[in-house]
T-cell receptor
């Protein structure tokens, strides 16, 4: 089983819709969860971090964490074409010395 | 002012050659990393250094040797390059722990012919 799993996509949503990106992880001891965005040909950049169960909102982005189900998600409201990118889920594993990235979900927002 | 910089941006070389990639960060961070991103976009940690000390070495062939002359620099030397080494290599840094925000460099696209 992979440590961090994501559907590779592409996930296509129309402009203005809600995009829902999902991630599952295997290490029950994980405490820190991140969403990075990577535009094609560019480097990853952090958009959200979440540490406790529930929702965390930042502008159009909401991260949701359910540790019992080992599941973290990212919702993007009012999706814009500029949101088209690959979204990487990252989770700490083996304590705090390492963060493991998922393979990413490619999001396409159709104008 | 670039926070994390890497050189070169592109590297094309023949199998069997030795090459180096340099990384510098001006954020005052204590921890630096090398990641490899393959064609399927999987971003895999290779090494991490904290204050010039190796913290993580993730089952990377010994042909890869990182070197941290000071905490602002982390270079990657690769001996006897193989076709499978073709990938984008990202340097990153964080304040301390990997769970702090990681700031990535622009990447070095290595192509081995």
């Amino acid at each position: 089983q992979k440590e961090v799993e994501q559907n590779s996509g592409p996930l296509s949503v129309p402009e203005g819709a809600i995009a829902s990106l999902n991630c599952t992880y295997s290490d029950r001891g994980s405490q820190s969860f991140f969403w990075y965005r990577q535009y094609s040909g560019k480097s990853p950049e952090l958009i959200m971090s979440i540490y406790s169960n529930g929702d965390k909102e930042d502008g159009r982005f909401t991260a949701q964490l359910n540790k019992a189900s080992q599941y973290v998600s990212l919702l993007i409201r009012d999706s814009q074409p500029s949101d088209s990118a690959t979204y990487l889920c990252a989770v700490n594993s083996g304590g705090y010395q390492k963060v493991t990235f998922g393979t990413g979900t490619k999001l396409q927002v159709i104008p | 002012d670039t926070a994390v910089s890497q050189t070169p941006k592109y590297l094309v070389t023949q199998m069997g050659n030795d090459k180096s990639i340099k990384c510098e960060q001006n954020l005052g961070h204590d921890t630096m990393y090398w990641y490899k991103q393959d064609s399927k976009k999987f971003l895999k940690i290779m090494f991490s250094y904290n204050n010039k000390e190796l913290i993580i070495n993730e089952t990377v062939p010994n042909r890869f040797s990182p070197k941290s002359p000071d905490k602002a620099h982390l270079n990657l030397h690769i001996n006897s390059l193989e076709l499978g080494d073709s990938a984008v290599y990202f340097c990153a840094s964080s304040q301390d722990l990997p769970t702090d925000t990681q700031y990535f460099g622009p990447g070095t696209r290595l192509t081995v012919l």
